[in-house]
T-cell receptor
C-alpha cells in the first residue's frame, strides 16, 4: 500500500526566507505525486503535480518540487516566503492505474512571520 | 461561479440525528469524491463516484450513504450521527476520465459538529 510521510507538522519561516516542506513516499513503484494547499477555512487547491517527465515541477505561486526516486522524496520549495503563503500544505500520492485515488500525508502548517 | 460548492457550510446537530450534505460541481467532471478531514487535519477518502456509479467505497460505516442523482451532484447522507462523526467533509471532483493523474478540485468543506 502507498503512504506519505510529511516531516514536521509545523514549519516556521520569516518573510523572504526559503520555504522547504518535506514529503517522502512509500510505494513499490514510483507513484504520481501531488502537493495541495489549504488556506484557512477553505478547500484544497492543487499547487503542482508530478506524473512523468521532468523531475523538477513548477507550480503556482512560485512553488516547485523535485521528484527524487533514489530518496523517495518530493519536497516542496519556494525561494522567498510571503505572508500569504501561510497555510496547510498536503503531499499526496495516487495509484498508478484506474481511477484517481489520493492518499494524503498528515499535512504541514507553514507559519510566516514578518 | 464556484466550481465545487457544498451546502451547508456549517452543520451542528445532536447525536442520533440524520443529516445530509449536498455537493454540486459545474466543471463538467464525471468523477466526484467525499473526503473526511478529522480534527488533526488528516484527510481520508470515503467514496468516489464516476458518472453516477460508485467506484470507491472505503471502510466507512454503513450509516454513511452517498447518492449521486446525476454526474454534477454527489450528496452524503449520514444516519444516527455519533460524536466521532464530527469533522470537516470535503467534496471534490476530477476530469472526465477520473484517471490517477487527474487534478481533484475541492469544495470549501462542511464542518459537522455532533453534540
Amino acid at each position: 500500500a502507498q503512504s506519505v510521510t510529511q516531516l514536521g507538522s509545523h514549519v516556521s519561516v520569516s518573510e523572504g526566507a526559503l520555504v522547504l516542506l518535506r514529503c517522502n513516499y512509500s510505494s513499490s513503484v514510483p507513484p504520481y505525486l501531488f502537493w495541495y494547499v489549504q488556506y484557512p477555512n477553505q478547500g484544497l487547491q492543487l499547487l503542482l503535480k508530478y506524473t512523468t517527465g521532468a523531475t523538477l515541477v513548477k507550480g503556482i505561486n512560485g512553488f516547485e518540487a523535485e521528484f527524487k526516486k533514489s530518496e523517495t522524496s518530493f519536497h516542496l520549495t519556494k525561494p522567498s516566503a510571503h505572508m500569504s503563503d501561510a497555510a496547510e500544505y498536503f503531499c499526496a500520492v495516487s495509484q498508478l492505474s484506474g481511477y484517481s485515488t489520493l492518499t494524503f500525508g498528515k499535512g504541514t502548517m507553514l507559519l510566516v512571520s514578518p | 461561479d464556484t466550481a465545487v460548492s457544498q451546502t451547508p457550510k456549517y452543520l451542528v446537530t445532536q447525536m442520533g440525528n440524520d443529516k445530509s450534505i449536498k455537493c454540486e460541481q459545474n466543471l463538467g467532471h464525471d468523477t466526484m469524491y467525499w473526503y473526511k478531514q478529522d480534527s488533526k487535519k488528516f484527510l481520508k477518502i470515503m467514496f468516489s463516484y464516476n458518472n453516477k456509479e460508485l467506484i470507491i467505497n472505503e471502510t466507512v460505516p454503513n450509516r454513511f450513504s452517498p447518492k449521486s442523482p446525476d454526474k454534477a451532484h454527489l450528496n452524503l447522507h449520514i444516519n444516527s450521527l455519533e460524536l466521532g462523526d464530527s469533522a470537516v467533509y470535503f467534496c471534490a471532483s476530477s476530469q472526465v476520465a477520473g484517471g490517477p493523474t487527474d487534478t481533484q478540485y475541492f469544495g470549501p468543506g462542511t464542518r459537522l459538529t455532533v453534540l
